[in-house]
């Protein structure tokens, strides 16, 4: 039997170059003796074609006679157009800094060098002195797609069945989210997308507005501390020991800090709407941090304490 | 995902790599068989295999025409292109892989919007469809001396900092030459010609407290740099295993862990940590509080609670 990659090619010169869409009767005539004999070992041997060539991305075309002797025969194609890439019309400089970008961030990736060369680029180096680690997830593209195509999504995340107008994506302390409208909810949310349980659908023919000037980095808050901050809950006071009060003031800066004592301790003012949030950011800080106030705050952080301890 | 790979090769990926490698090679129409071995990475010998192959393929009344193509003394000849001018379009992940690439490192020290590529990435976002940058958005937010480090990495430039480390809970002085700069896991990183240690140790950015540099320059050595990402896969550092509640479950997604057991019926799962400082530990395990136990060092279970004692201590 012939190299299977030579009937692939020829599949694909055939698709691309036919006039008219060809049944599987009239590829197999055209590939004469590349194809088995039996009608069910031809059709199994073209499906399995056919879907190696979907899986490199090909687009194959399909249609379904409809009247007349052979009504119902499906008939293929590949529309030339859809198959190529567009030309980006990238300059050298430009391909270059994207080969930089990609070997400073997506070292090793297999498609993100297949991407590469499919714009025109080399192969990818290796050991950029500034790099990002970027994380990678199954559901990343197609959510893309949908968010680029204004596709509706449906998954399934904290057990429940949701369809989503996919706004955008951020990159934010090292997760991917989602930022989208959840009809479910029929409010806006976020979603972590390691944490998206089944898969992601885009829904067929649906479409959406995003709200105008929509921006992925505006959308939620980066401190955790902050989400699902309410303006009616307090700031908590905490007081924060000479040896970590540098670190304290550099990480809420100097306005936070509302009284700095002679020993050089501070006491700081930190956003506690989020309790858990808070508990964490302030256990961080070990023994040299003190929660004030308010009761509340002071009270979940004994108790919890009080657990450990036991 | 690795570009490595050896054994027999699938026919989808023989068809994939010459569906890149014939536009190339069209474009150029004369090209020595080791540099399309190279740029593509693939022998020379599979390079003649497949180039042969498809010289071979063609319809009727076509046949061996469909690609004229021959080989001689090493050196490829096109002739007159018919099809696979043009590469297969992008897909779906390459399309993602090369736009979060470029958002991600527009986020890095020194990029510039204006600069070649902010403008190939404007090209490569209108040709995927999208309307906006603000849908896809990296966040690398950088601590105080992230762009001082940048510049001492491309300077080869040795500094001195006050560095905080939270295994000894003190500040400490060392000069550095900064070789590496990373983010990783929401937190940048530093790796370091230490002059301490005089090793090449790593670094947490946002614990650098001062940093000037001496005035002394360095030429990097040859040695080239793991990639970053594999710097807790050290042997020599420690590992604890823990049993973590759902609640607890983060840690796996947060932290460099070696594995991670499936959930049991109550949604608990063992993993397995790498430890580089005993004191990070301790504080994380605070955090966690009642949802994680240590399930091989009773040592460190009880000198968390010691911890929460002395931190109870405040409060009565």
């Known amino acids: 039997m012939a190299d299977r990659v030579e009937r692939l090619t020829n599949l694909l010169a055939l698709l691309l170059e036919t006039v008219e869409p060809l049944s599987l009767v009239a590829i197999a005539g055209r590939l004469h003796g590349q194809y088995p004999d039996g009608q069910t070992a031809l059709r199994a041997a073209f499906e399995r074609d056919k879907a190696a060539l979907r899986e490199i991305g090909v687009p194959i075309e399909q249609t379904i006679v409809t009247g007349g002797a052979e009504a119902g025969q499906t008939r293929y194609w590949i529309d030339r157009q859809r198959y190529e890439l567009t030309d980006l019309e990238l300059d050298q400089d430009e391909m270059r800094a994207l080969q930089v970008a990609m070997a400073a961030t997506r070292p090793g990736s297999a498609s993100g060098q297949e991407a590469m060369w499919k714009l025109g680029a080399g192969l990818m180096e290796h050991g950029a002195a500034i790099a990002a680690i970027i994380p990678d997830d199954p559901w990343l593209p197609t959510l ?28 934010r302390t090292g997760f991917w989210y989602l930022i989208g409208f959840d009809h479910e909810r029929d409010e806006r949310r976020t979603y972590r997308i390691d944490r998206i349980e089944a898969a992601v659908q885009p829904v067929p023919g649906s479409t959406f507005e995003r709200p105008v000037g929509f921006d992925a980095n505006e959308a939620f808050p980066d401190d955790p501390k902050l989400i699902g901050a309410d303006p009616n809950v307090p700031d908590a006071r905490v007081l924060i020991d000479a040896h970590r009060a540098g670190v304290a003031r550099r990480e809420f800066g100097d306005d936070r800090v509302v009284t700095a004592h002679e020993d050089g301790s501070v006491e700081v003012l930190v956003p506690c709407a989020n309790m858990h949030a808070f508990r964490s950011w302030l256990l961080g800080y070990g023994e040299y941090a003190e929660v004030l106030e308010p009761t509340e705050a002071r009270d979940a952080v004994i108790s919890w304490l009080k657990a450990v301890a036991r | ?99 979060a690439a470029g958002r991600a490192a527009m986020q890095l020290p020194g990029a510039d919007a204006q600069g070649p590529l902010g403008r190939g990435l404007l090209k490569l976002a209108r040709a995927l469809g999208e309307d906006d940058t603000g849908v896809l958005r990296v966040d690398l ?86 990639p970053p990402g594999e710097w807790f896969a050290d042997g020599s550092i420690r590992r604890v295993t823990l049993r973590l509640a759902p609640a607890a479950r983060w840690v796996a997604e947060r932290y460099p862990i070696d594995d991670v057991s499936p959930p049991d019926a109550d949604g608990y799962v063992t ?46």
């Open chain 1, 144 to 171: 893309r797609e949908a968010i680029a195509g204004r596709t509706q999504v449906r998954f399934t995340y904290r057990d429940i069945d949701r369809l989503v107008d996919p706004w955008g994506l951020l990159l």
């Open chain 2, 1 to 99: 995902m690795s570009v490595e790979r050896r054994g027999p090769r699938p026919a989808e990926a023989r068809l994939r790599r010459l569906l890149v490698m014939l536009p190339w090679l069209m474009e150029r129409q004369e090209v020595p068989v080791a540099d399309v071995a190279s740029r593509f990475a693939l022998t020379e010998a599979e390079v003649v295999k497949d180039l042969e192959l498809v010289s071979m393929c063609g319809l009727p009344p076509f046949v061996d025409e469909l690609i004229d193509l021959y080989i001689d003394e090493g050196v490829i000849y096109v002739g007159v292109p018919r099809l696979f001018i043009r590469p297969l379009r992008l897909n779906s992940i390459e399309a993602f892989e090369l736009l």
């Open chain 2, 141 to 226: 937010a950088r601590p105080g001396f992230t762009n001082d480090v940048a510049a001492a990495v491309e300077a080869g430039a040795e500094v001195r900092m006050e560095y905080w480390s939270a295994s000894r809970d003190a500040s400490t002085t060392r000069v550095i030459v900064p070789r590496q700069l990373f983010s990783d896991r929401g937190e940048w990183y530093v790796r370091a010609d230490d002059d301490r240690s005089g090793e090449l140790r790593t670094f947490r950015v946002d614990r650098i407290e001062t940093m000037a540099p001496t005035g002394r320059t360095v030429t990097p050595p040859d040695t080239p740099l793991p």
């Open chain 2, 271 to 316: 993993v397995r940590l790498a430890v580089a400082s005993e004191r990070w530990l301790e504080r994380t395990l605070l955090r966690l509080g009642p949802n994680a136990e240590v399930l091989d060092a009773p040592e460190l279970a009880t000198s968390v609670q010691a911890t929460a004692d002395r931190m109870l201590a405040r409060y009565r």
